[in-house]
């Protein structure tokens, strides 16, 4: 058996060592277990809780593509545009649920850009009031097309693992060690025209829905 010599086995033990310490590095960031399975699960679970039917607003669901879900490390979802027939505004809801590493990452801003949209504004933090609870969320529209009446679409996001809401300017760090993590996009549209302006209806949504998404995956 070949015998090691005192700098070789210093240098053996020091890489060692390294290997530890990086792994430590990226835990603290991420959380010393990949995911709590029973937590995930029963996290993916709660999703079924968000009516269909909030208040004035009822819903169509439609899908995430494979694609989307594997690049964005979705391992749950729900995805629906929500219609208030007595004041005819839409928004579509999104909200998913992962681990908290591949969930606190891709914003809007981002991915919103790489399938052609232009940023024309934000992202604003924007603060909502709920249950007693205020939650905040980035705001930001985007302009699509070059066509003489393009179409304006804005965006409200955040992340949360209790029924709140926050946009941290650093969501992988404020959400490290959390065995999973909830994203939530609530975007509108309108036509940039002259003399009209974007109606409120996210804000109107969020004020009636998020009071029932609290209560869905508290």
């Not at 993916?44 to 909030?54: C, D, F, K, N």
Request: charged share 20%.
């Amino acid at each position: 058996m070949m015998k090691l010599n005192q700098r070789e086995l210093t240098l053996i033990i020091a890489g060692v060592l390294m290997l530890f310490i990086g792994k430590f590095a990226d835990s603290s960031v991420n959380g010393f277990a990949a995911s709590d399975a029973t937590a995930l699960t029963e996290a993916i679970g709660r999703l079924e809780r968000i009516p269909a039917t909030i208040g004035n607003w009822e819903s169509t669901s439609s899908t995430l593509s494979e694609r989307e879900i594997e690049v964005a490390g979705i391992e749950g979802y729900v995805r629906r545009e929500y219609r208030n027939p007595k004041t005819g505004y839409t928004v579509s809801l999104t909200v998913l649920v992962g681990h908290s590493g591949p969930m606190s990452v891709h914003p809007p801003t981002a991915c919103f850009e790489g399938v052609g949209y232009t940023l024309i504004a934000g992202p604003t933090p924007t603060n909502v009031r709920h249950n007693k609870l205020t939650s905040q969320f980035n705001k930001s529209s985007f302009r699509q097309g070059n066509e003489a009446i393009p179409e304006i679409v804005r965006v409200f996001w955040g992340w949360g693992y209790d029924g709140s809401w926050a946009s941290p300017a650093n969501p992988r760090f404020t959400f490290r060690g959390q065995s999973f993590l909830y994203k939530i996009y609530v975007t509108d549209r309108w036509l940039e025209d002259t003399g009209r302006t974007a109606l409120p209806q996210i804000e109107n949504f969020l004020e009636e829905a998020l009071p029932t998404i609290y209560t869905a995956l508290k």
